[in-house]
């Protein structure tokens, strides 16, 4: 590239900063704490103060011993900034510069608190640490806040006392600790802590520069700390980026990710979650097992059965500990690369770190995390290198293909491993950021040679022969031997680190906010078209029936998150009511919901036909098993609708049900019809009364005026008695269900009582005589589901008789309940009363081709009435709507004729050779003018 383009570029690239649009989520201020200092979840802040600090270690005092007439605060260098306090730690921040000073110590590690000389302006504590460091803090601010803050860390630290006994065990895991007791304390009996494989299988890498390295760290330790009361000072960070000995790298890991002080406030867990999940099989360990052998295979470890094992035990632990997660693929990469350096539990808190805050959905079933940004890493290319991108789109360069590796493996399987952990040392120590800087800089270091290609596959090679010689110099040509000693690993480091400065960790997160909306909702898309093209071949749904039955499924099981893949994607009982109220109309919530009767015979049913549905038996319903059961309601036959009813109630497969089965079906019926009593839906008979209704008006509309029937206009509008049809419909249901009830037990087969299924307690009552007990005994007698001579039991062919026979349920089973269930749309609750009657009045009036049929078909039947005459006897035609003028012409007892429909089955007897009983239920049973109250007589009725 030309010197112009590249000061092109790096405007581009400042320019970024500009044009972003902050569309981050707002975080809270304990989240923003959590994140800076790398602290657990669980901690929050308790109080915060200005404060200058100071520290004394013991193995620097001498050297820092102040002179003659000065004083000793004078010789330290103080720091000023603020503080905070939470449940387990104190933690310090520069006010100049984050990277200034920051300092977190753990409150189990204060052995002693003492104060400093009081004044009125300024109030001293002195912090003893069990390293017998010092800690001075003076606090800046008013008194009264700073008691306050001073009282806060005295409860905390009384909190923290059993925590201590944790400390000694865990310092002893730490390398540092060992370090510093060998070479400063002189003690020669103690053994160096468990380290990681590499300790045995030696470390990647020129082990010739470890020792320099160990040096810096080791002065590092005595002057600022260690593990969990360390401070990180500009020092710090700098020799991170010279490079991390082996020897210390699993430590400064845990330190830099936070996964230290996640191991010090879970003592054992990780051993714990091993032994309770021992023996247990699950997808994930099947997957794990898949991998083992195909992680860093070029390791030597990770040929043998020691390697193996450590790796299998981590993975299989964070397995159990994320199930939502489990296992993904490229997760065995990184623990691999993590127990060269680490112990096994070291290296699962560390991934736990690592999973949760750095790249959050890299390792998940979707990996929506990785492909989120993999289309942020695009946009910064787009934005800092616009010539490259150009080119990227012009010979399209699919970048992803290119990068995705990097990302995902963290380039443990891109670069030699010894420059991999190096990357990684920034990484955990910058954040997330340092592998955008790190590809960007690999871009950016290889531009003239990738602008040369224009295909994927040349542009991935240059990439990977980059890569294979970042040991080299890359400068072999300079005449200053300087120049000549840089390597093309350090080159890129300078590019990464120093050209894209720009890129940080807030940016990031601004971007992937920008693009996590669309990413999520094309993973989602693809998801859903990968299932409904393996969903069963269906009958009575079509695709756009099973593309919103997917919707409404997951939508109902709240914990699923389709585009993260996590939550369980099987739906329980609670999901699956909550699943069918949001399309069926009989499930949805209505008045009659606060009734404690039907709120049970509701769940009843619902519990019936989830039982039904759940083909595997384990208590959850698939969107598989979903689908099943709706296409199977959903069937336009009569008789497979009504045997699919009855097997909800026929737990045997015998095809026949017992007194107590019918009496369940009568409730579910009474359950299922509802809606349509309670007026909120309208069924075919009640519509075609309706139009009957306006087509009567329209013809006499039209003989009062002398016009023709072509002449005659749709009323404007149209007043409709919606109580007559709603108390119409509301009757015709009620006693429906009192006909089926009794005709079940009619026409129920007989069989010999067992003491089993006795339906009530027979026994002597306490002072009832013998006429009594008679009485009592006739009464159940003429009860024919109660009779306890008679056990009823029901078949199929039966209860299809039955069905048929009523012209509602027939209608019911036959359309009705299909309709019922808007797999087609996604329905709203319904309105109030009397809602559908007045939507459904609506669409007639606009449907004016099926309003003129039913005004043709009026005339022709009043002129085939007039011409019989007024005496001859009625022949009754299979034509409904000559029954209908018939019913509406003709005036008749409305309760005579519902005592007749509940005798239309007659048994051959007169009245006068039926029971008492039933003469005496017959009676009871008429309606009056008040609908509450005839529903109310028919529960009587039948209980």
């Not at 990439?463 to 040991?471: A, G, S, V």
Request: with cysteine.
């Amino acid at each position: 590239m030309s010197f112009l383009d590249t000061l092109r570029q790096k405007a581009a690239s400042v320019r970024l900063l500009d044009r972003m649009v902050d569309v981050s989520q707002p975080v809270s201020r304990d989240q923003k704490i959590r994140n800076e200092f790398k602290l657990p979840p669980e901690e929050f802040t308790l109080d915060d103060a200005n404060a200058d600090i100071s520290v004394m270690h013991p193995y620097d005092k001498m050297k820092n011993k102040p002179a003659e007439g000065q004083s000793s605060r004078a010789a330290r260098y103080v720091y000023s900034g603020h503080l905070y306090l939470t449940a387990h730690y104190l933690l310090f921040k520069d006010s100049f510069d984050s990277t200034s000073c920051t300092l977190t110590i753990n409150l189990s590690t204060i052995r002693k608190v003492e104060r400093g000389a009081a004044n009125s302006y300024t109030t001293s504590l002195t912090l003893t640490l069990y390293s017998e460091s010092q800690v001075i803090i003076n606090f800046i601010g008013l008194r009264h806040r700073t008691e306050q803050f001073c009282r806060k860390m005295k409860d905390a630290l009384r909190d923290n006392v059993p925590n201590t006994k944790n400390l000694s065990p865990f310092l002893e895991s730490c390398y540092s600790e060992y370090l510093i007791a060998k070479n400063i304390l002189g003690n020669s009996d103690i053994h160096p802590p468990p380290t990681g494989l590499g300790y045995k299988f030696r470390y990647p890498g020129d082990a010739s520069k470890e020792k320099p390295k160990l040096k810096l760290w080791f002065d590092y330790f005595q002057k600022q700390g260690k593990n969990l009361t360390i401070m990180k000072t500009p020092l710090f960070h700098k020799a991170i980026r010279v490079g991390v000995p082996n020897r210390l790298r699993g430590e400064i890991w845990e330190l830099c990710s936070g996964a230290m002080y996640s191991r010090f406030a879970n003592p054992n867990a990780y051993q714990h979650i091993l032994e309770a999940n021992t023996g247990k099989e699950s997808r994930a360990i099947e997957e794990i097992e898949k991998d083992l052998n195909r992680s860093l295979p070029e390791y030597a470890a990770y040929q043998e059965e020691t390697g193996i094992s450590r790796l299998r035990n981590v993975l299989t632990a964070y397995s159990w500990k994320n199930p939502d997660v489990g296992y993904c693929q490229a997760m065995n990469i990184l623990v691999a690369g993590l127990l060269i350096f680490m112990t096994e539990e070291q290296a699962f808190w560390c991934l736990v770190s690592i999973c949760d805050n750095y790249v959050p959905g890299y390792y998940s079933k979707t990996m929506y995390g990785t492909l989120l940004d993999q289309r942020v890493f695009e946009s910064f290319v787009e934005q800092t290198m616009p010539l490259m991108w150009e080119h990227i789109t012009e010979n399209d360069i699919q970048l992803s293909v290119v990068s995705l590796p990097w990302f995902l493996s963290l380039f443990f399987t891109s670069m030699p491993l010894p420059f991999a952990f190096r990357i990684m040392d920034l990484f955990l120590l910058n954040g997330p950021n340092a592998l955008f800087q790190v590809a960007l800089g690999i871009l950016k270091v290889n531009g003239d040679d990738l602008l040369e290609v224009d295909d994927d596959g040349m542009f991935i090679a240059i990439l990977k022969r980059y890569f294979q010689t970042l040991d080299q110099s890359a400068n072999p040509d300079s005449s200053n031997p300087k120049y000549r000693q840089i390597t093309k690993f350090q080159e890129l480091l300078v590019t990464s680190f120093k050209e894209f400065s720009n890129i940080t960790i807030d940016l990031v997160e601004q971007q992937r906010n920008r693009y996590r909306k669309d990413i999520l909702h094309n993973i989602e898309s693809f998801a859903k078209r990968t299932q409904l093209r393996n969903l069963p071949s269906t009958r009575n749904l079509s695709q756009e029936n099973l593309s919103n039955i997917y919707d409404l499924f997951y939508l109902s099981i709240e914990s699923h998150k389709i585009s993260m893949g996590t939550g369980s994607s099987n739906m329980d009982f609670e999901a699956f009511i909550q699943f069918l109220s949001s399309f069926c109309d009989w499930c949805k919530p209505g008045d009659s919901d606060h009734i404690p009767r039907f709120r049970k015979q509701k769940r009843e049913f619902l519990k019936r036909m989830f039982n039904r549905w759940d083909r595997a038996e384990v208590g959850e319903l698939t969107l598989n098993d979903v689908v099943y059961g709706l296409d199977a309601a959903l069937s336009k036959d009569l008789m497979s609708s009504i045997n699919y009813f009855f097997g909800f109630f026929d737990q045997s497969g015998s095809e026949t049900v017992n007194g107590e089965g019918i009496l369940q079906i009568s409730e579910a019926l009474l359950f299922l019809t509802d809606a349509w009593k309670s007026g909120k839906c309208v069924d075919k008979l009640t519509k075609r009364a309706i139009e009957d209704d306006i087509a009567d008006s329209l013809v006499l509309k039209s003989s009062a005026s002398g016009q023709m029937l072509e002449d005659v206009q749709l009323p404007s509008g149209v007043t409709i008695e919606e109580e007559k049809y709603k108390q119409e419909q509301t009757e015709r249901y009620l006693c429906a269900a009192s006909n089926f009830l009794q005709r079940s037990f009619e026409y129920s087969k007989a069989t010999e009582p067992t003491e089993e299924v006795d339906l009530l307690d027979l026994s002597d009552t306490d002072g009832e005589n013998d006429d009594a007990k008679k009485k009592r005994w006739e009464a159940l007698r003429a009860n024919a589901a109660l009779n306890p001579e008679k056990r009823s039991v029901m078949n199929l062919a039966t209860f299809r008789m039955i069905i048929l026979a009523d012209a509602t349920y027939e209608l019911f089973f036959a359309e009705t309940f299909r309709k019922s269930i808007h797999v087609d749309e996604k329905v709203v609750a319904l309105d109030g009363r009397g809602g559908a009657l007045r939507s459904m009045f609506d669409g007639l009036l606009a449907d004016g081709k099926r309003v003129a049929s039913q005004v043709r078909r009026r005339v022709d039947s009043v002129a085939t009435r007039n011409s019989v005459s007024s005496g001859s006897a009625l022949e009754l035609s299979d034509n409904q709507d000559e029954v209908d003028d018939f019913s509406n012409d003709h005036t008749f007892d409305e309760n005579e004729v519902l005592k007749n429909e509940l005798l239309s089955f007659d048994d051959g007897k007169d009245d006068g050779e039926r029971s008492a009983q039933q003469q005496k239920k017959l009676q009871t049973f008429s309606f009056n003018d008040d609908p509450q109250s005839r529903e109310n007589s028919l529960i009587e009725f039948e209980t």
